[in-house]
Structure formats: C-alpha cells, structure tokens
C-alpha cells in the first residue's frame, strides 16, 4: 500500500534523460582534495569543480526577494512535487503562476516555516557529527548545464550525495524506517531533483523530529522516477 503523498519506490517519467547515462552535472568544490573526493564517488564523471568557486559555492544560502526571484527564473525542488500533484501545499497551476509572476502577494512565513530555515544549519552539523561525511552548506541556486530550466538549492553537499533537512513534530504514516527511502511524496520528488541537478548518485534527507530526534533516510537516484 503506497499513500498518495508518500513515495515507496519508481514511477513516473523522466526529466532528464541523461541523468541514467551520467552525463548530468556533478557539483563539487574547487578545493582538490574536495573535487577528488567527489570524483572518485561518483565514478569518475565529469565535475563542475571550476564552475563555481569555492567563495560562492559554500555559505549561506539567499534569502527574502532575491531567493525568490531567483526561483521564478527555472524549476526549483519544492516544484517538483507541486507539479507531479502529491504536493499538499502547491499546484501545478500554482507553480505556473509563480513563475509567470501571477501568484498572488506572498504572505510572511510561519513560525514553522522560520524555524525550519533556524535550523538548517544546526540539522546538518548534527548530521554531520553523527554519520563523519564531509558536508558543506550550499550558498547559491544551482543550474543545470544542459537543462538550464533545472534550478535547485540543496541544503547541503558532499563528495558522494546531497543531504536534505527537514523538521517535523513527529513521524506519520507516509514516513518509513530508518535507512529506507520510504518519505513523503513532496520530500522525495525535491530529493530527486536535485539529484538530477547534482548528478550524485544518492542524498541522505536528514529529519530531526521532536527538536531532539535525528532520522536519516537514504534516497538512492531513481532514473523511472526521473
């Protein structure tokens, strides 16, 4: 039994034919012993390690008018399940009028939603020191070299994956076990895109529920579902 907001394995079609081939883009640092890391992880395949410079890749990443204007200009993560439908908070025809500048006026964000931002980087500093992988905080909107209309903010990037952060005061139905990519529906259409954007062949979706509990789940790429 498969939620319809809960994502428990394939489907769907593919937003980026390379992606299976390993021609997409694989994001690295400008660092070598970074950029030989990431190489050797992702076997051998083409790195974007001159493309952006260590100064802009890694830091904090934009915010108020200008994150958003920065994502009117492509497809970002959080689309991407507002545009497959198993977003609970968006649409596609929501998406489109973002994008076309037809949305109405933003609202201020929850107290949720500020706290989430709060602590992204705490998450990924807890991940960190929990798991030893070298994991660097993203500080610009990524895109993609060949399909330009792929934009994306992953919250953190290592050598062999991205991770992904979220916060939740508990864990539903549609979240499965420990190590499973067993996530909702959104969660697991973000992770996949920004896979495609990344090129790297699995991200870890960091959850701390509660304010005291962290879960990680693994995501390995899903070409089907790309």
């Not at 970074?34 to 100064?55: F, H, M, V």
């Not at 549609?174 to 954007?197: K, M, R, T």
Request: net charge neutral.
């Amino acid at each position: 039994r498969r939620p319809a907001t809960t994502h428990r394995g394939g489907g769907g079609t593919s937003a980026c034919p390379a992606a299976a081939h390993g021609e997409c883009a694989v994001l690295a640092g400008t660092d070598s012993e970074y950029s030989r890391k990431s190489t050797e992880a992702n076997e051998g395949r083409t790195t974007l390690a001159a493309t952006y410079r260590k100064d802009m890749l890694y830091g904090e990443p934009p915010s108020g008018d200008l994150w958003h204007d920065q994502r009117r200009t492509g497809v970002g993560g959080s689309d991407a399940g507002a545009i497959i439908g198993v977003s609970p908070y968006a649409s596609a025809l929501s998406v489109w009028r973002e994008k076309l500048g037809r949305a109405p006026e933003r609202s201020e964000p929850s107290e949720r939603m500020v706290w989430g931002s709060r602590l992204e980087s705490a998450i990924l500093d807890g991940y960190a020191a929990d798991t030893g992988v070298d994991v660097r905080r993203i500080g610009i909107m990524l895109r993609h070299p060949k399909y330009p209309f792929i934009v994306g903010h992953p919250d953190g990037l290592a050598p062999d994956r991205i991770v992904e952060v979220k916060t939740t005061s508990h864990l539903g139905e549609q979240w499965g076990p420990d190590g499973s990519s067993d996530v909702p529906g959104h969660y697991y259409a973000q992770v996949q895109h920004y896979l495609i954007l990344s090129g790297k062949p699995r991200a870890d979706l960091a959850a701390l529920v509660g304010g005291r509990e962290l879960h990680i789940y693994v995501i390995p790429a899903d070409a089907p579902f790309q």
